[in-house]
């Protein structure tokens, strides 16, 4: 670590030679309230090996901030900060590694393209093992869907900006990985070996940090399309060497797309003036979520930054189809039909280019749609489950098969959602239980649903399934919730003894909702966005208990305090606390209620903390905000607290501006007990009266 260095008045700053500085807008926080200053709480952070990648250090500040009214933030402090997700308690295990630092921190001896290679997201790839089981079209089904997108896809006389969108689980990405299959099927010519005409594909993610930013998405298709046209491999290397901030992730989206991605097309163009168009497959632009680590006023600000975001990639994209000197190629884009990305479809400079699906077509002169949630569907999903029944029959002779009847009605169930078919399947064969039982059900569920509820419905009967469905229902919110996913082992300690206990054993009955790896050291996940909406919204979900980012919030409030090392300052305060708790009897929790029975808010920890603090002695300066705040004022009407106004600081306090508000309090509190005095002796009195 380098020296601490001023930056400006009540502020400082940790800095790596290739760090930039990062201004979070704090006040006052939790470690300068025990006195501790930023040089302390770094040097004490410095050798914590917890992996707090699941919550960035602002956005958690922000859910504490909704429940400790005591959080008075004023002064800005500057933390060491690289990427939006990189903060002061983004903290990594020692398999970890750190985020991009910028080309410089990196080893120039490996080469431009080594360079390149790393910073390219290669689980935003198709068909990369971050993204299994990969979802994918049976053979047979969505066959009128495939063909009108290839037929598109085949088109010279025009770049498309093919747009396929639906509501969650009705198969998009089933859709788009099934496209992209055939186009790296494809060869560009009969005499090549190498290159095919997938271009390159990224899949949005929001459960994965790279995933879900447009930072690395023309480096990661121009890497792509180097390794399927090695030629430009050379133009590359020239335009980083020429540029290297390129492959920095928060360097401007256009220039990155000049730099990285059309210099290369263009490059292309002559060669393949007679060859079939090159494709490009974008999945789930709905999942690309902005995450500041600067801006933490509200959540709308990021969502607000999210459709700025996308907006900007869907215009340049346009623009790249526009573009006269790259060769032929259209664009396959996915994602569920929300506002602001049918706002920006249907921009000026976007809209001509774009091919949407649903689309209506004429077949031998009759209109006819086509969709994810045609009726054409229905039959898709019944050959779908006969399809999957034949497998599990395989694996289990003894199973029967089931009729045509019952698999018409899981269709029927599934309401043209591939994603409740799936699900359904999973359950009846997750290998652990008799699938002749879960069948029976998947049969009991109700049809009677609203559109695009059926997913919801499924889920909470998967629940109520599980011997403890509120614990259940706890763990698979924290999953679904985690920005980055963590194993099984790391959400226990995460939860802590009581909320934490059995993880393993509670997930492993929710396989059919998330993949479980079998090697412990991996990371959990969910299999579908879905889940996420489900455990969000009370009114998708029965057994909604809390809302799983503040659950977030306590657990890693809780891990903060308990993995501070032994030297740090913070540990010291705590330990003086203790040393003034000592009058106390021991594992005595009367002693504890009786001294706080004043308090007026729900307790929280550092609520607590400095509330004990007071208690014990501590009187200085820096804690007399803690009189402003409800308990505060409560305290202030105590015996110790009249008391302590009559003594040197309590006088000084009562000079203050701090105080007048107290005061004022205080005197509409004396004058409402005098009224209501008053108001007692006058009803005594006119019920002597009338005796």
Known sequence: MSAIAPMSKGARTLLQPDERPVVLPLRLTTIQILGISSCE????????????????????LRQIDAKISFFNFSQPVILDSVSSTWSLFHLYHHNHQPPFRGVNSLNMSQGTWEKFSQVAVKGAEHDSRERQPHPKCLEGTRVVLLDHIYKLSDTKEMNRLIWLHGTAGVGKSAVAFTVAERMRGLKMTKETKVETRLGGTFFFSRKHTKRRTTGYFFMTLAYQLAQNFPSVQTDLNRAILKDPTLLDPDKSLRKQMEGLFLQPL??????????????????????????????????????????????????????????????????????????????????????PLVCEIPVRVLGEGVAATISLDGADVDEDIYRFLKNSFRKLRRRSPTFPTPTKDQIEKLAIRAGRRFIVASTMMKFIDDRHNDPRDRLHLMLELTSELLPGTEVYELYDRILS?????????????????????????????????????????????????????????????????????????????????TPPHSLLAHSSLRLMMQELPGHSALLDALSALKKQSQAMEPHDPKNLIQELSFIVQPPEPMQVLITLLWLRGNRSLELQFWLETLDGCAWLETLDGCAWLQTRGGKDWLQTQMSQSWLNISDRSQTQRRQNLVSLIQTTLTGIQSL
């Open 465 to 545: 399934t599980c011997a403890d469905p509120k614990l259940a229902y706890l763990h698979l919110s924290v999953v679904a919730a985690l920005t980055d996913p963590l194993p099984i082992s790391q959400i226990s300690e995460l939860l802590g003894p009581g909320q934490g206990r059995d993880v393993k054993k509670v997930l492993m009955q929710l396989r059919s909702v998330m993949d479980i790896p079998t090697d412990s050291s991996l990371p959990v996940n969910i299999y579908h966005s879905s889940v996420r909406d489900y455990v969000s919204h009370r009114s998708n979900c029965s057994l909604y208990i």
């Open 41 to 60: 709480l770094s040097t004490a952070l410095e050798p914590i090996s917890i992996t707090w990648k699941f919550l960035s250090f602002h956005k958690l």
């Open 266 to 351: 263009r490059k292309l163009q002559y060669r393949l003036r007679e060859c079939p168009p090159l494709t490009f497959v974008v999945d789930a632009l709905d999942e690309c979520t902005h995450e500041s680590s600067i801006e933490y006023s509200s959540e709308s600000r990021d969502e607000g930054e999210s459709e700025s975001e996308l907006t900007e990639l869907i215009s340049l994209l346009a623009q790249a189809l526009r573009d006269p000197d790259v060769p032929s190629i259209h664009i396959l884009v996915t994602s569920r039909s929300e506002a602001h990305i049918c706002e920006a479809m249907q921009n000026e400079d976007v809209r």
